[in-house]
């Protein structure tokens, strides 16, 4: 069982910083990239960001290109998105997920899924 833990979160102003973490555990954790998606109220859950574990290449949508950054930690087993200049269209509960294979912008090839943390943007 692989168990994927988000932290992070929080209430924040516009213009401001947050930095997200994913920790992953579990007895195998057989993982090629880990991903960030997003869901805002009313709206489908929606690609952020990917990493991929072994060489760090790093993938952004465009809706954060230039402002979010992701990273991993191997030897943790943990991946972060930092975040700045945040927006209130920012405002969603963000999800960490693995994934076995290359396709990184498609929620649907995503095998595990944290539980999800909240990010408030105010204006």
């Known amino acids: 069982q692989v168990e994927l833990v988000e932290s992070g979160g929080g209430l924040v102003q516009a213009g401001s910083s947050l930095t997200l973490s994913c920790a992953a555990s579990g007895r195998t954790f057989n993982s090629y990239a880990m991903g960030w998606f997003r869901q805002a109220p009313g709206e489908e859950r929606e690609f952020v960001a990917a990493?991929?574990?072994?060489?760090?290449?790093?993938y952004y949508a465009d809706a954060v290109k230039g402002r979010f950054t992701i990273s991993r930690d191997n030897a943790k087993n943990t991946v972060y998105l930092q975040m700045h200049n945040l927006k209130p269209e920012d405002t969603a509960v963000y999800y960490c997920a693995s994934t076995k294979v290359g396709v990184l912008r498609l929620r649907g090839l995503y095998d595990y899924w944290g539980q999800g943390t909240q990010v408030t943007v105010s204006s």
């Open positions: 990493v991929i574990w072994s060489t760090g290449s790093a």
